[in-house]
């Protein structure tokens, strides 16, 4: 049913969820697990460059990497740059995936930041799950 899922991470801790439950999707359908970690440029506070925010991508990415490998499931990684939401889109698009899988943000900072998730499961070609 599920090729390629993808699951987008930010390498906070309301991702964990998302990760466990895209890694346990992508074992039972024998898929890829497209791992995405987009910074935002639009967000970027002063005295804080690039190559710092790649590297926290970087860590990101292959934590849950690394926890997939252990699970016995492929991924890929990627680090990019843009909005979060078009990334996430544009990604998922240009990687034919069938399945998107994220974690919903809490507190306040959902309400700073918007809600990312609910922005990609209504725009989204794909279905997209939510996870809590």
Known sequence: MYDRILVPT????????????????????????????????????????????????????????DRASAAGVATETSVTHGLRTRAILTYATDHDVDLIVMGRNRGLERFLRGRVSERVSDAASVPVLVVE
């Not at 466990?20 to 898929?31: F, K, Y």
């Open 10 to 65: 930010d390498g906070r801790e309301h991702t964990e969820r998302a990760i466990e439950e895209a890694i346990g999707l992508a074992n039972v359908h024998d898929a890829t697990l497209y791992v995405l970690y987009v910074i935002n440029s639009a967000a970027l506070a002063p005295g804080i460059d690039f190559e710092d925010l790649e590297s926290i991508g970087e860590r990101a990415v292959s934590h849950v990497a």
